[in-house]
């Protein structure tokens, strides 16, 4: 057994088996295995299922293309039991001590080298199949199909890091947990894992090896430890954890259809964050009384290319229907920064934090903004939808905002589609700007949701992405503390509501703070739900000093 450890961004224990996370389009990488035999095992393996996958696409080609043209089907299945080929393969794992993708790589390189400098015009072509060969066992080596990471089976992924749009495109169904070498505990992969419902640990650095891969594993997410090929006692031991946590789960859902009010009777609304429309099902179990923060940006994170309004319209009338009149708060697209969708093509940016994200890009390019709106409006029709706006430092821009959205609401009239008029429009106070003016935006939305994480960000002037100032990012800070009590102030002067939708709203030692401040609403990941209303529960408001 080896025991490594990171920093835990959400708890719950899980056992089961390692996957590495193989980017596509990678270039193949050596490392150094601690027992090549059982590379040679992993190879055999993945040349076999080849082989299959080779069955399936020569049975196809006869159907589609006829015997003659399906041969060369019949050709790459012979390349693949070639004994020259696979003793190149074998012998590189077994005397450099490496892993198979590099053997598999180099020895088609080589392969195919010597095939196009030989005279013979039929060995000259078979330079292109040896490398398609190569290809297709590296591909199954990293469990890769169509150019993504497909899996088969619930498994921990493991990886370096894991981007956003990355994270977002795997099978939800088959990630028992993530562990990274890199991340940040604020970054939005692991805010993902927490939306998920997910145990996930990070910054475990080069202790991760990747020869993990397929190993057993048991993640202790409360504590950030991971123990490779566990002991028996060990195995117990968090066997006996995972039966505690969850019966305190069970436990918890007996406050399902319970208030969110305190011992002296205040009442907080407490919603939940969502990526994406698969996320319902855990906020309806959790009986959230709403979606504070649907982070739509997700839905392009996604997609390959611009997801279309009618896709959108489809994805926001379920969630608003499966709500059914509960309130289901839509922020417009934040890409940008960390959330970097290949297909916007957005220029690098020495500063991209600081860049062209989110609301700016919108009051850019219209035309993406207008679509969104849209899709929006449109869904308005089917249950209780509002709108909010990220990033936002000015009136200005509100201003314009509304603008865009009178344009679009005369367009959708005229065209005699149905859409609810008076949306509430909402904006995101993440910036110091925003609260510093908050009094002046509270007189133009009828509400406003604190980002927390981009607001301790940008007041503490930390990058929210970078892990080596995690121990300095620190949203307890009475400078946030007090943004958010004046922002809240300003707020319910001019008669509007305020939420929390930062990670901050789910941190249950500042409930009591927040309660006390007069936070309208706290937005939090659907797994955190009911241990927020208990914590409400607890909680007597007329016993709390205000401290900041
Ligand atoms: C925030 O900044 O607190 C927020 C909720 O938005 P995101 O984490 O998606 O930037
Ligand atoms: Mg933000």
Redesign the pocket.
């Known amino acids: 057994m080896e025991v490594i450890k990171g920093k835990s961004v959400f708890g719950g224990i899980v056992i089961g088996k390692i996957a590495f996370y193989k980017k596509s389009n990678e270039k193949i990488k050596r490392y150094k295995v601690d027992k090549p035999e059982e590379e040679v095992t992993r190879f055999d393996n993945a040349k076999q299922t080849a082989l299959l996958q080779l069955d399936e696409l020569y049975k196809k080609a006869l159907t589609e293309v006829g015997e003659a043209n399906a041969a060369i089907v019949q050709v790459h299945q012979m390349m693949i039991e070639d004994l020259d080929y696979l003793d190149s393969i074998k012998n590189i794992i077994l005397t450099q001590g490496v892993n198979a993708e590099y053997a598999v790589g180099v020895t088609g390189d080589n392969f195919s080298q010597m095939f196009s400098t030989m005279e013979d015009e039929y060995m000259k072509e078979r330079a292109a199949d040896v490398l398609d060969i190569s290809n297709r066992i590296v591909r199954v080596l990293n469990k890769e199909e169509d150019g993504r990471f497909k899996l088969t089976e619930p498994v921990i992924i493991a990886a370096d890091d894991l981007a956003p749009s990355e994270t977002i495109q795997l099978d939800k169904n088959m990630v028992l947990s993530f562990i990274t070498r890199q991340g940040s505990t604020n970054s939005?992969t692991a805010?993902l894992a927490r939306t998920m419902n997910i145990p996930a640990v990070i910054g475990i650095g080069e202790e991760l090896k990747q020869e993990y891969d397929g190993k057993y594993a048991i993640i202790d997410g409360f504590t950030g430890t991971i123990y490779i090929e566990p002991e028996e006692n060990v195995l117990k031991e968090m066997e006996v954890k995972k039966k505690q946590d969850e019966e305190k789960k069970i436990l918890l859902q007996k406050l399902r259809g319970q208030e969110n009010i305190t011992i002296d009777g205040k009442k907080i609304n407490i919603y939940a964050n969502i990526g994406n429309s698969t996320d319902i099902g855990a906020v309806l179990k959790n009986d959230a009384g709403g979606i504070g923060?649907f982070?739509s940006e997700f839905l392009y994170l996604e997609k390959d290319t611009f997801p279309t309004e009618d896709e959108q319209f489809a994805i926001y009338k379920y969630v608003a229907e499966s709500m059914a009149g509960k309130k289901v708060i839509i922020r417009t697209l934040?890409i940008g920064a960390d959330k970097q969708v290949g297909y916007f093509d957005l220029p690098l940016e020495e500063n991209p934090a600081l860049g062209y994200r989110a609301i700016r890009i919108c009051l850019t390019v219209k035309d993406i903004f207008k679509t969104q709106l849209r899709a929006l409006y449109r869904a308005s029709a089917y249950g209780n939808i509002a709108i909010m706006f990220?990033m936002i430092t000015s009136l200005e821009e509100v201003k314009e905002i509304k603008e865009i959205i009178q344009e679009v609401k005369a367009e959708l009239a005229e065209t005699g589609i149905d859409f609810k008029d008076n949306l509430e429009l909402g904006i995101?106070i993440?910036t110091p700007a925003a609260v510093m003016i908050s009094d002046l935006l509270a007189k133009e939305v009828d509400f406003f949701s604190i980002?927390?994480?981009?607001?301790t960000q940008y007041t503490l002037a930390i990058d929210r992405q970078n892990p080596k100032l995690d121990k300095f990012y620190n949203p307890h800070h009475p400078a946030i503390l007090r943004m958010i009590q004046l922002t809240a102030d300003n707020a319910h002067k001019n008669g509007k509501w305020i939420g929390i939708?930062?990670?901050l709203a789910g941190d249950l030692s500042l409930t009591e703070t927040f309660l006390k401040m007069g936070i309208d609403e706290l937005s939090v990941s659907p797994g955190l739900v009911l241990g927020l209303r208990n914590k409400v529960r607890e909680s007597d408001v007329s016993k709390i000093l205000k401290n900041w």
């Open positions: 939005h805010i923060l982070r934040d990220p995101m993440e980002g927390t994480n981009d607001l939708c930062g990670e």
